[in-house]
């Protein structure tokens, strides 16, 4: 009952085989199981301990019935142990795939040329070379028909699709983390249930001042174009966030508010913008407009491009 792999190499073929199918079978989400369950992790050092004491029981099985024996067997079990060749199924794979000629039997191959004593073996090829130079033919061949004549598909749509992919994995993310928004990045919220989220925000902690419907109270009002800290998602957002001017009873809420709740407030009450409130408050500060809104001159520049494109050619074709 002799194994045939030493010990070294048992134990951890063993423990990573054991390892490998408890994260197999164990769910633990996306993280390993020796993570996210601590506990596995004294499980896997119970399995390696227990390892080790077979190994040990087993040796000194090995080593009372050794004793056993009589003289004459112990030298013959000796002799066996060392002659036994631990990897054979190595060493046959080793030769199938180099067909290497053994030093005793190289005679047979040398050819009879001879250059100040050193001399040449008509070895065959290897076959691990011969093989892989078959794929490598094999592989050039497939891959010229499927992208030189077949024309799969080229670098620029593989790099299309790799953008494409990205920018859903983008959105995707955006969507997971709507509560990474700052002044810089903020933009008015459309949908109802940021909305609605926003005018819970709004009735809980803002009607007091600026009232239900924005008509404004201690606060000014919020339905008028008048601002006087700035109007737009980004202004309003960083008043909510850091306050009003000091003394005025406008605080920073970015301590009690989440960076969402604020976006949904703000987006929230810039829909009082143009209504007609009960009580209006009288305007205060200044009629704010949108620097980014005040760019009709744009398009018009743009259209103008290809005019002046058109009288550059002209010129160059009057030339
Ligand atoms: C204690 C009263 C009070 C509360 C509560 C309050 N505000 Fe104000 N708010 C003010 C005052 C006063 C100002 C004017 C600040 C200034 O003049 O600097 C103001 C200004 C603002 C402005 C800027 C208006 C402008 O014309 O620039 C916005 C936007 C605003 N508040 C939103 C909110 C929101 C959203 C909440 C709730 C989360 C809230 N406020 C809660 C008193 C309040």
């Known amino acids: 009952m002799m194994s045939r792999t030493p010990w070294w190499v048992r134990i951890p073929v063993l423990f990573f085989i054991i390892f490998g199918l408890m ?45 056993t024996l009589s003289e004459e067997a112990q030298e013959r079990y000796l002799a066996a142990k060392s002659k036994k060749i631990e990897f054979k199924w ?20 040398i050819l009879d040329h001879n250059y100040d004593g050193i001399r040449e073996l008509d070895n065959v090829l290897p076959p691990w070379w011969v093989y892989l130079f078959y794929v490598t033919i094999f592989f050039g061949v497939v891959y010229l028909i499927r992208f030189h004549i077949a024309g799969d598909y080229d670098q620029e749509l593989e790099y299309e699709q ?15 983390a709507k509560n990474l928004v700052d002044v810089n990045t903020v933009e008015v919220l459309t949908e109802a249930g940021d909305l ?48 009003g001017r000091d003394g005025k009873g406008m605080v920073a809420w970015k301590n009690s508010l989440k960076p969402v709740e604020m976006a949904q407030v703000a ?25 980014d809104a005040d760019a009709p001159a744009a398009p018009e520049e743009t259209e103008g491009a290809p005019a002046e494109q058109a009288k550059d050619s002209a010129i160059v074709a009057m030339n």
């Open 23 to 67: 994260e197999y079978f164990v769910d633990s989400g996306d993280k390993p199981a020796i993570i996210e369950y601590p506990i596995t992790q004294f499980f896997m050092l119970m399995v390696l301990l227990i390892l080790i004491a077979i190994e040990v029981i087993l040796k000194s099985i090995e080593n009372v019935m050794f004793q």
């Open 162 to 176: 790799e953008v494409a992919a990205a920018q859903i994995a983008i959105e995707e993310y955006k969507k997971t």
């Open 196 to 243: 609605s989220a926003g005018e819970k925000i709004f009735t809980a902690n803002c009607v007091v001042c600026h009232m239900a419907d924005g008509g404004g109270g201690i606060g000014p009002n919020l339905t008028d174009e008048y601002w006087i800290l700035g109007g737009g998602i980004k202004n309003v957002f960083r008043t909510i966030s850091e306050g």
């Open 90 to 109: 190595l060493d046959t794979i080793y030769k199938r795939l180099t067909k290497s000629r053994s030093i005793e039997r190289e005679g047979e191959i």
């Open 267 to 291: 987006s929230y009450l810039l829909q009082f913008q143009g209504t007609t409130p009960a009580n209006p408050k009288a305007p205060e500060g200044e009629i704010w407009v949108d620097p």
